[in-house]
């Protein structure tokens, strides 16, 4: 008989005491009347045989699709900044007022992350440390991923490498945003939801009144 190895809980929001602190300009409202006014992004964690895999992802409070992700075997500001430039090329557009929530990690504080924001148009928006009820959007899509991948009933074994969670997350990504049912979302999934949203506004456009 063989002994199970625990695996230790990691931090993933760590402080940075000395770097000031963008203000929340959510306040728990994680709504939005279109695409790019809110994303909201958090950190979380599997652990796997070869060490831990961090994984960032951004999520787009209208429809609740995932924007940009990155898993990395490190959680330093570089894998976040990577997660936001995948936000930036998938929508394409003009960021101007948007806001990107997240909590106080150290990653979310930097100063590279609020300069890079600045150029793509965003501001940050920082919840409180130690207040899930902050994040609570991001934390509800982490949640997901855990049950519905991570730990989910078709998974067998432990994770073997960092590689082998970064492909799976792919396929789950793609499911979630085109496949996985919302009640939010009057049970359709994101892509459809934004699918509906632009044909509206371009019915709009083409709807001209002639005098």
Same mark, same amino acid.
């Given at each position: 008989?063989?002994?199970?190895? $625990?695996?230790?809980?990691?931090?993933?929001?760590?402080?940075?005491? @000395?770097?000031?602190?963008?203000?929340?300009?959510?306040?728990?409202?994680?709504?939005?009347?279109?695409?790019?006014?809110?994303?909201?992004?958090?950190?979380?964690?599997?652990?796997?045989?070869?060490?831990?895999?961090?994984?960032?992802?951004?999520?787009?409070?209208?429809? $609740?699709?995932?924007?940009?992700?990155?898993?990395?075997?490190?959680? /330093?500001?570089?894998?976040?900044?990577?997660?936001?430039?995948? @936000?930036?090329?998938?929508?394409?557009?003009?960021?101007?007022?948007?806001?990107?929530?997240?909590?106080?990690?150290? !990653?979310?504080?930097?100063?590279?992350?609020?300069? $890079?924001? @600045?150029?793509?148009?965003?501001?940050?928006?920082?919840?409180?440390?130690?207040?899930?009820?902050?994040?609570?959007?991001?934390?509800?899509?982490?949640?997901?991923?855990?049950?519905?991948?991570? /730990?989910?009933?078709?998974? !067998?074994?432990? %994770?073997?490498?960092?590689?082998?969670?970064?492909?799976?997350?792919?396929?789950?990504?793609? %499911?979630?945003?085109?496949?996985?049912?919302?009640?939010?979302?009057?049970?359709?999934?994101?892509?459809?939801?934004? !699918?509906?949203?632009?044909?509206? !506004?371009?019915?709009?456009?083409?709807?001209?009144?002639?005098?």
């Amino acid at each position: 008989m063989e002994g199970v190895r $625990r695996t230790k809980k990691v931090r993933t929001t760590r402080p940075d005491p @000395a770097t000031a602190r963008h203000p929340d300009l959510v306040d728990r409202r994680f709504e939005a009347e279109a695409p790019n006014q809110l994303w909201v992004t958090d950190l979380t964690y599997v652990p796997t045989w070869a060490g831990v895999a961090y994984v960032c992802f951004i999520v787009d409070a209208f429809s $609740r699709a995932i924007v940009g992700w990155r898993v990395a075997g490190h959680m /330093r500001t570089s894998m976040v900044l990577d997660a936001i430039e995948m @936000a930036r090329w998938s929508r394409g557009t003009t960021l101007e007022g948007l806001r990107c929530h997240s909590d106080a990690g150290s !990653q979310f504080t930097s100063v590279r992350y609020g300069e $890079r924001l @600045a150029e793509i148009g965003a501001v940050p928006s920082i919840g409180s440390v130690g207040d899930s009820y902050d994040n609570a959007l991001a934390e509800t899509v982490n949640g997901y991923y855990k049950a519905e991948l991570i /730990r989910g009933p078709s998974r !067998q074994q432990p %994770w073997k490498t960092v590689e082998d969670v970064e492909l799976a997350t792919l396929g789950w990504v793609h %499911w979630h945003n085109t496949r996985r049912l919302h009640g939010y979302l009057d049970d359709r999934p994101p892509a459809e939801y934004e !699918q509906t949203f632009y044909a509206a !506004q371009r019915d709009d456009l083409e709807t001209v009144e002639i005098p």
